[in-house]
T-cell receptor
Framework: DAKTTQPTSMDCAEGRAANLPCNHS???????VYWYRQIHSQGPQYIIH???NNETNEMASLIITEDRKSSTLILPHATLRDTAVYYC????????????????FGTGTLLAVQP | ETGVTQSPTHLIKTRGQQVTLRCSSQ?????VSWYQQALGQGPQFIFQ???????GRGNFPPRFSGLQFPNYSSELNVNALELDDSALYLC???????????FGPGTRLTVL
């Protein structure tokens, strides 16, 4: 089962910041928070990941709370092309002993960017 | 740099038939993972191949099998197709097992 909880859907106005929350209250110390998104009928696209510090790249920013039990993905200026399902996933970055490092997807948040 | 590619794009089969789906990993990636995504659901992990060996399997029956080749491309084989096998099949590659996975566009399989 997925170890994260996300709202089913959210709306955002084009040009505004989209803030997508994720709860991961059972996250372990060695687990990272990953975000992927999936535009309709395409393969998921990696966005960003982090351990405990806030992270930023050309696509988004990731804010992780100090207790690491929740995080927020921020798309600073949402466009219509950002309409997608966004998945928050917790995952060990470096598996020990040859363990499988699979991604466990939940149902994600459908972000609808409105014109 | 070429990304992850999958073939075919779409496929229609009938119940009981067998199917082979193909995946070419991104250049430099030695790990391939396969996922099944039913309509309206998140992707579900099928199995992972690392340097040509199976490296973990999800909750899928043995009629789902795979291969990874020396060039790290991979195949997913499904025998005795069932109606519930209709789904989008996704392949993802990564540099070793611990790094972020990059997905292909998927193969849409319809079983009639």
């Amino acid at each position: 089962d997925a170890k994260t909880t996300q709202p089913t859907s959210m709306d955002c106005a084009e040009g505004r910041a989209a803030n997508l929350p994720c709860n991961h209250s059972t996250i372990s110390g060695n687990e990272y928070v990953y975000w992927y998104r999936q535009i309709h009928s395409q393969g998921p696209q990696y966005i960003i990941h982090g351990l405990k510090n806030n992270e930023t790249n050309e696509m988004a920013s990731l804010i992780i709370t100090e207790d690491r039990k929740s995080s927020t993905l921020i798309l600073p200026h949402a466009t219509l092309r950002d309409t997608a399902v966004y998945y928050c996933i917790v995952r060990v970055a470096s598996p020990l002993g040859g363990a499988t490092n699979k991604l466990i997807f939940g149902t994600g948040t459908l972000l609808a960017v409105q014109p | 740099e070429t990304g992850v590619t999958q073939s075919p794009t779409h496929l229609i089969k009938t119940r009981g038939q067998q199917v082979t789906l193909r995946c070419s990993s991104q250049s430099g990636h030695n790990t391939v993972s396969w996922y099944q995504q039913a309509l309206g659901q998140g992707p579900q992990f099928i199995f992972q191949y690392y340097r040509e060996e199976e490296n973990g399997r999800g909750n899928f029956p043995p009629r789902f099998s795979g291969l990874q080749f020396p060039n790290y491309s991979s195949e997913l084989n499904v025998n005795a197709l069932e109606l519930d096998d209709s789904a989008l099949y996704l392949c993802a590659s990564s540099i070793d097992r611990g790094n972020e996975q990059f997905f292909g566009p998927g193969t849409r399989l319809t079983v009639l």
